[in-house]
């Protein structure tokens, strides 16, 4: 229903400890970032209970509804703003029944070192103003850096967010600690569409998408046009 043609896909055979930090250069690999659970926030904006029931990441499948997203909390970058250091983020900021602020939830898992990944970004970056303005939240969680033979760190990050002139929500999942307990990431980059309205997942699609626009307007015209599940 929401899918389309992937470009590409770097499959993952696991989201295993690294065993030792290491570098393809001579140089001191920076630390690991210490991806420490966070307490986040239970209510929306507006105050009002994230949802409790029926929790996963199981995907909608025509009149069978998705699950809804568990309330993960993130250290990252609200709309890559670094000048503030890293905030904790809950995908409860994004949680809107009433669509006072978006309508759908554009939610990409990316490795750094990924290609496809690196591409399918910067076409979201392309048109980040274009989906904002059809009420699409983009929120992205990074979890390998750039050198994969060695873990995540700040400093990945922080050259991902200034490389690719991101300007969403840019988040730290590290191995995939979070979003890994609920969802099968077999490959990159994983794609997901959420209605923020419920937090039911719409759609799960692994691979570079040929057309983010395309991708996303079919989970806004689905919303737009479907009461959210209870």
């Known amino acids: 229903m929401f899918r389309r043609a992937a470009l590409g896909v770097f499959a993952l055979a696991a989201f295993l400890p690294f065993a030792s930090a290491c570098s393809s250069s001579d140089a001191p690999a ?18 009002v209970a994230y949802p409790t029931t029926d929790l996963g990441a199981r995907a ?59 591409a399918e970004t910067r076409a979201i970056v392309a048109n980040s103003s ?16 750039a050198d994969p033979d060695r873990p995540l760190s700040l400093v990945d990050v922080d050259q991902w967010v200034s490389g690719m002139g991101t300007d969403f929500t840019v988040l730290i999942d590290s191995e995939a600690k979070r979003l890994g307990t609920v969802a099968n990431i077999a490959g990159v980059p994983l794609n997901m ?10 759609d799960i699609t692994i691979g570079q998408l040929d057309d983010v626009v395309g991708y996303a307007d079919a989970g806004v015209s689905w919303v737009s046009t479907h009461a959210p599940r209870p």
């Open 30 to 47: 920076p630390p690991a970032f210490d991806d420490v659970d966070v307490t986040g926030r239970t209510t929306n904006p507006d105050g």
């Open 60 to 118: 909608r499948n025509g009149d069978t509804p998705g699950q809804r997203i568990p309330n993960f909390s993130f250290q990252g970058y609200p709309n890559s703003d670094r000048s503030q250091g890293l905030q904790i983020v809950s995908l409860a900021d994004y949680y809107d029944p009433g669509q006072a602020r978006h309508k759908l939830m554009y939610l990409v898992a990316a490795v750094c070192w990924c290609p496809h990944c690196q």
């Open 130 to 145: 274009a989906l904002r303005d059809k009420g699409v939240v983009v929120v992205q969680t990074l979890m390998e850096g």
């Open 193 to 202: 569409l959420v209605d923020t309205r419920s937090m039911e997942v719409l």
